[in-house]
């Protein structure tokens, strides 16, 4: 399993979703784009944007006199790795319970999704792909 970064708390996660929803901004279009009850200070949101970087979790680059931060990596690779980190060190009965409970919450049309999936990743299997 790879190091995998993680972020820390309710803002953190506030922030990241609001990067995952834009594609990043600079401080103020990532403090627009939360929600009312995560509307901080300027500077705190500024403060949560350089940790997430320094966890390597967002880019920042230049943009004229201010920075544009953008998530480094997609949503669905970070929660498929925080579950992957979840689940590494458990047990085989453990690890199975835990995706039957996450398995057995979706609803009907996410389970044909995720069947669908996996019927996706099984023909890649069968055709010789790594797994």
Do not use: C
């Not at 790879?2 to 922030?15: E, K, M, N, R, S």
Request: no cysteine; hydrophobic share 40%.
């Amino acid at each position: 399993m790879t190091d995998h970064p993680t972020f820390q708390g309710a803002l953190q996660a506030a922030v990241m979703r609001a990067l995952w929803e834009t594609g990043g901004g600079n401080v103020q279009a990532v403090r627009d784009a939360l929600p009312p009850d995560d509307k901080h200070a300027y500077t705190t949101i500024q403060t949560v944007l350089n940790r997430l970087v320094e966890r390597g979790l967002v880019t920042r680059e230049r943009e004229g006199i201010a920075f544009r931060y953008a998530p480094s990596m997609a949503e669905p690779d970070y929660v498929s790795g925080a579950i992957d980190r979840a689940l590494s060190d458990a047990s085989p009965g453990a690890r199975e319970a835990a995706l039957a409970q996450l398995v057995g919450a979706l609803g009907r049309d996410e389970l044909k999704t995720l069947e669908r999936l996996a019927a996706q990743v099984e023909k890649r299997r069968g055709d010789g792909a790594p797994s």
